[in-house]
């Protein structure tokens, strides 16, 4: 099992950057794949960013490509989140979320959130325009 904490929100001016931390517990994050996802008030969750266990293969929502990149460093158990030229419709609450995979799919990315088991409390992001 993985706790997640996410870390890095706040308020933001549009065309501004945030960089998103999510720390896990435990003692085998190199062994789950890590998505990011968000929330805005009324609408439903939805898919943002995801990377393998390895690193090696990233997969981000057309609304984020290009202005966002997802990283991890397995010996912090960390991932993170940097976005770029924020726009007012990315205000959100930001959830990391893990999904424990075997070795042979280190290298698959999840975008769908049912493939996800454990999540985080979720950071707030607002961008004012």
């Known amino acids: 099992q993985v706790q997640l904490v996410e870390s890095g929100g706040g308020l933001v001016q549009a065309g501004g950057s945030l960089r998103l931390s999510c720390v896990a517990s435990g003692r085998t994050f190199g062994s789950y794949a890590m998505g990011w996802f968000r929330q805005a008030p009324g609408k439903g969750r939805e898919f943002v960013a995801a990377?393998?266990?390895?690193?090696?293969?990233?997969h981000y929502a057309d609304s984020m490509k290009g202005r966002s990149t997802i990283s991890r460093d397995n010996a912090k158990n960390t991932v993170y989140l940097q976005m770029n030229s924020l726009k007012p419709e990315d205000t959100a609450v930001y959830y990391c979320?893990?999904?424990?995979?075997?070795?042979?799919?280190?290298?698959?990315?999840?975008?769908?959130?049912?493939?996800?088991?454990?999540w985080g409390q979720g950071t707030q992001v607002t961008v004012s325009s």
């Open positions: 990377i393998s266990v390895n690193g090696g293969t990233t």
């Open positions: 979320a893990a999904r424990y995979v075997r070795e042979t799919s280190y290298s698959a990315v999840y975008h769908g959130d049912m493939f996800y088991a454990y």
